[in-house]
């Protein structure tokens, strides 16, 4: 499903040269769980941001499912990502002054389905992830974990086939972070593939495969053993 090919990522900053992404080769198959883990710097924020199109490599090939997207301008980019892929952030990254059902429904205004069908939707999805007693509460007003079951149901909404969470569980205690992983774990298993960064190996413990990275590149690569 993803296939990326010596991704060479350069930040440039007046004087200063960050190499973020060393040439990295990066691959994950449909409907894998991997994890990402790796020291602060070594790139993986980058990584993310080039797998969700939020970001270009300076080189490099990126393919996704069968489409070259690694020199896509920011409108095609947008295109690629709305509906395909969900992202999880770890703080949340909610809009405040949207309620609950309001945030978890705005995915769902770029695909064109019917006001009762996106209502419809973004009830069950409440429900199913414990929050709809919530839905006309506004973001501030929940714990963190509350905030991080309804970033789940906004990435899910459109039914996305790609996850991408980037420290899904670092602003949580252990018994929210373990409920956001149990949702994750569903979510992979009804077929949705998922890359997760995490510095946490209770988290990783979760995967299929778990790749370390260390100064822009995938140092060791470890399959879930069965
Ligand atoms: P990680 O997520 O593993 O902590 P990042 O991908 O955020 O690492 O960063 C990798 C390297 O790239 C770091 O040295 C960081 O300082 C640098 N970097 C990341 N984003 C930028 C940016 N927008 N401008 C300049 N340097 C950046
Ligand atoms: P959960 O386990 O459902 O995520 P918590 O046990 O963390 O919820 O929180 C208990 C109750 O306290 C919840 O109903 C939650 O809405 C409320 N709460 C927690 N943190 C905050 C906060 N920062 N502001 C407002 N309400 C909060």
């Known amino acids: 499903m993803i ?19 060393n040439s990295i080769d990066f691959h994950v198959t449909q409907g894998e769980f991997v994890a990402i883990m790796g020291p602060s710097g070594c790139g993986k924020s980058t990584l993310m941001n080039i797998l969700g199109l939020l970001d270009n490599p300076c080189d490099g090939s990126y393919l996704l499912k069968t489409e070259e997207v690694s020199k896509l301008n920011e409108r095609e980019r947008t295109k690629h990502r709305i509906g395909k892929i969900g992202f999880v952030f770890q703080n949340f990254n909610l809009i405040d002054d949207l309620t609950v059902e309001e945030n978890v429904a705005l995915p769902l205004e ?6 009762s069908e996106r209502k419809r939707m973004v009830s069950e999805l409440l429900s199913r992830m414990n929050i709809a007693h919530r839905a006309k509460h506004y973001p501030k007003q929940l714990s963190g974990g509350q905030q991080q079951r309804v970033a789940i149901a906004r990435a899910v909404v459109a039914s996305p086939n790609l996850i991408l969470a980037d420290e899904p569980t670092g ?12 949702l994750l774990t ?6 949705t593939t998922v890359v997760m960064v995490t510095h946490n190996d209770r988290d990783a413990s979760y995967a299929d495969r778990v790749v370390h990275m260390f100064d822009g590149k995938v140092v060791v690569e470890k399959y879930k053993e069965v």
């Not at 018994?175 to 956001?180: C, D, I, P, Q, R």
């Open 171 to 182: 602003n949580l205690d252990s018994k929210n972070g373990e409920e956001v992983m149990s």
């Open 3 to 21: 296939q990326m090919k010596s991704i060479h990522k350069i930040f440039r900053t007046e004087e200063i040269e960050t190499v973020a992404l």
């Open 186 to 191: 569903e979510l992979h298993k009804e077929g």
């Open 110 to 115: 770029y695909l064109s389905c019917s006001r």
